[in-house]
């Protein structure tokens, strides 16, 4: 009897494209969740209108100017109240989370709840998201020592993943994500042996991990959900 991999899904994949870098300060300006289940994709994509202005670096990232998301853009509390909900049903069914970087894409996503007056996703759950899959993590948890940059376009071409759309667009980027997820699956036996439930309770440990040998004087402050080497969990 074969057995489908949980890599198959269901799985539910997220992204967020913003103004800037900062969880505490920058706006959210378009979002995507990707529900993968055996045999079917389904996508769903958000512009929101921030309130504030995109910054020239942001639009060059993601093509949206603070024009556009303005006469375009959904009321970010409405949008933002969507995401939430159906993040927190999926969670709910026992659906995991999967998103690139995922200690940036959540902290923001809260903080945007908080500063609309929302509540976050683990007071709607009554308890944190988890199980969380991250390949960002996975990648630095199962080969540490590899030298040289870990963007989501770097592991794309280190795992080839090579039928991707245009990166840097929300749902561009959680179907690369979710691609690379099974990819690194298929790479490391057992990682996929461990499930994701495990795998959560695994990246937790190894994010911290890799916080703690960061050097304290880089250039590039660390991004995500701050350095104290909180992880979702």
Excluded at 124 to 139: A, K, T
Excluded at 204 to 222: E, I, K
Aim: glycine share 8%; with cysteine; charged share 20%.
């Amino acid at each position: 009897m074969t057995t489908t991999p949980w890599t198959a899904g269901p799985l539910l994949g997220l992204d967020t494209e913003t103004t800037g870098l900062d969880v505490d300060v920058d706006r959210v300006v378009t979002a995507a969740l990707v529900l993968r289940e055996p045999g079917a994709t389904h996508v769903r994509t958000w512009l929101l209108d921030p309130g504030v202005e995109i910054p020239a670096e942001a639009t060059g990232i993601h093509g949206i100017t603070t024009a556009h998301a303005t006469a375009h853009g959904s009321a970010p509390a409405v949008a933002l109240d969507e995401i939430a909900t159906l993040v927190v049903d999926a969670q709910r069914d026992g659906v995991p989370l999967v998103a690139y970087n995922a200690a940036f894409d959540l902290a923001i996503l809260d903080t945007e709840l908080v500063r609309h007056g929302l509540p976050t996703l683990a007071a709607r759950l009554g308890r944190p998201v988890r199980p969380v899959l991250d390949p960002l993590v996975l990648d630095r948890a199962w080969d540490p020592a590899r030298e040289g940059k870990r963007r989501l376009v770097d592991l794309c071409a280190r795992y080839e993943v090579l039928d991707v759309g245009p990166l840097h667009t929300a749902d561009g980027d959680v179907l690369a994500t979710l691609d690379l997820l099974d990819a690194l699956a298929r790479a490391y036996p057992d990682l996929a042996g461990l499930g994701p439930v495990a795998l959560h309770d695994l990246q937790v440990v190894a994010h911290r991990q890799w916080v703690d040998a960061l050097d304290p004087d880089r250039d590039q402050p660390y991004v995500g959900a701050g350095a104290d080497g909180r992880w979702p969990g």
